[in-house]
């Protein structure tokens, strides 16, 4: 019986920028990516895994963490270069990966029956763990329609001085999922929805721009389900926010409205209504809600509380 | 025994297999990219397991493709925090992924053949021991949905993928993972959308390591 955790997150409103050391010319670029036949701006879901990592390094909790981002010198520090998923709270969530080719396949042909004798591991120096919270790349809710700011470096002006920003006022949605059974420690379960709550900034150029990546609606469902049915699932129209294909889901008996905990800004809306009459948790307060669903998770996984 | 699924990916890049610094995508998952899914559904760690098993393969969806750059990880130097390791290049993403992979027990001489154990994990999910998010290529490239397939709608057509020797894609039934000197490929057509609702016989393929 294996548990999953699947999440779908929206973040605010507000002004997207990056700076990602790609230009053209004197533009500094945004990505893009064609979604629904439009093109919309995308972040990535490595800048999203950063910001939680920089989250647990900052946050005042005590989190252990192996890869931590050295400001002054503006690089990443390895505590253990060996890696250490028991004591790291990264190297158990997000995995690693020190790669160095194995010389032989993991499996040999002739190994499939379980009986037989196990072969020890092969001598490649490949130290690689697959990260357990899988992210999924943040769309942005609206297309892009080619705003770019127009900007002048300060002080002494040479030919480099004027530039140029792609900007995107938006929302970005997200999705996740985590299988607890597999961390070395499974009440960090608790410290990846703490961390995910909280992102304050993903993404470059916050020299200039904050923007808070924190969830402004959130959909979470604990399930024995593979898939999460619901990325993606936000829509805006007009400024409105709905879930329609969420509630469709729920409606034709391919999401189990139980296992939904549906919150923040989106719980008082229609939609929000729909669930909550659907049989789904639905409450506005992000930290309640989440708070909630931990003392579920810390229940069926048995944790010490 | 057939048994199809229908598969919702919203974003996936499989990269070709000889593609180097430009991460360019197929713009179908090759059979091999599907048989890892789907042995990661029901929490099977070895690839041998199911050899001999046939898929066959048929897009629903018509997916864009976007150039995006990222950052590649790859080994130049010991030192992990080697710049070196490290540089942006383009990949190729495509959106909108959906397909239908039919899957019939073939060779697959395990007592317990895919086929069976993927009915039942449909039947009752919570009596499969699985681990990460299901996706498929890349493991941020989510699958959002997998289910049992009840035929196509009247408006929906299928693009099937079918082997062809004069085709122009190339694709990997099996992967080496040491290198390449294993992997195998066949080559395929994708045919124009018709309203074909089961797979023809050159539509099946083989996973098997030889």
Redesign the interface.
């Known amino acids: 019986m294996t548990f999953h955790l699947f999440g779908n997150v929206l973040t605010g409103y507000g002004t997207a920028a990056n700076n990602r050391g790609e230009n053209e010319g004197n533009i500094t670029t945004l990505q893009k990516i064609l979604w629904k036949g439009e093109v919309h701006t995308t972040v990535s879901a490595e800048a999203i895994r950063w910001a939680l990592r920089y989250y647990w390094q900052t946050a005042d909790a005590n989190y252990k963490v192996n890869r931590q981002w050295d400001d002054a010198a503006n690089d990443n520090r390895w505590q253990n270069p060996n890696f250490d998923d028991k004591t790291f709270i990264d190297d158990d969530v997000l995995g690693f990966m020190r790669a160095e080719g194995a010389k032989e396949e993991a499996q040999a042909a002739e190994e499939t029956d379980s009986k037989k004798k196990q072969k020890a591991k092969p001598k490649g120096t490949t130290t690689a763990k697959r990260g357990v919270l899988e992210v999924t790349r943040a769309v942005s809710t609206t297309p892009y329609v080619g705003d770019i700011t127009f900007n002048a470096a300060s002080g002494q002006k040479g030919r480099t001085s004027l530039y140029g920003t792609e900007v995107h006022a938006t929302r970005y949605q997200y999705g996740f999922a985590l299988t607890p059974n597999r961390l070395k420690d499974k009440s960090r379960t608790v410290a990846v929805l703490d961390g995910l709550i909280s992102l304050g900034e993903v993404a470059g150029n916050h020299s200039r721009f904050l923007y808070d990546f924190s969830p402004d609606s959130l959909v979470l469902r604990w399930t024995h389900d593979f898939s999460p049915r619901f990325l993606y699932c936000y829509e805006e129209e007009d400024g409105d926010i709905t879930v329609p294909e969420l509630i469709r889901r729920v409606e034709c008996g391919d999401i189990d409205p139980k296992e939904l905990w549906v919150t923040g800004a989106i719980a008082k809306t229609a939609d929000g209504d729909r669930l909550e009459e659907l049989g789904a948790n639905v409450l506005a307060g992000i930290k309640q809600a989440t708070e909630l669903l931990k003392q579920q998770i810390v229940r069926d996984l048995e944790l010490a509380s | 025994m057939m048994f199809s699924l229908q598969v919702e990916v919203?974003?996936a890049c499989f990269r070709q297999s000889r593609a180097r610094e430009y991460a360019e995508t197929y713009p179908v998952p090759p059979p091999s990219t599907v048989y890892g899914m789907l042995l990661s559904?029901v929490?099977e760690t070895?690839?041998?397991?199911h050899?001999g098993v046939e898929l066959a393969i048929a897009l629903l969806s018509h997916p864009?493709?976007?150039t995006?750059?990222?950052?590649f990880?790859?080994?130049k130097k010991?030192e992990?925090?080697a710049p070196e390791?490290a540089r942006?290049d383009y990949q190729e993403?495509l959106?909108?992924v959906q397909f239908v992979v039919w899957l019939r027990p073939g060779n697959d001489t395990?007592p317990d053949h895919l086929v069976d154990r993927l009915l039942r994990?449909f039947r009752d999910?919570?009596?499969?021991?699985?681990?990460?998010?299901?996706?498929l290529g890349e493991?941020?490239?989510?699958?959002?949905?997998?289910?049992p397939f009840a035929g196509a709608r009247d408006d929906q057509l299928l693009q099937w993928l079918t082997k062809d020797e004069d085709g122009l894609l190339t694709l990997p039934y099996w992967v080496?993972?040491?290198g390449s000197r294993g992997t195998r490929w066949l080559r395929y057509s994708l045919q124009a959308p018709a309203a074909q609702p089961n797979p023809v016989e050159s539509a099946w393929t083989e996973i098997k390591?030889s």
Do not use: M, Q
Not at chain 2, 125 to 135: E, K, M
């Open positions: 919203p974003i559904l929490g070895n690839r041998y397991r050899c864009d493709k976007s995006v750059i990222r950052t990880r790859r080994f010991k992990i925090s390791n942006p993403l959106t909108d395990h994990a999910p919570s009596s499969i021991d699985r681990f990460g998010g299901l996706s493991s941020r490239d989510l699958v959002n949905a997998i289910f080496d993972h040491v390591p």
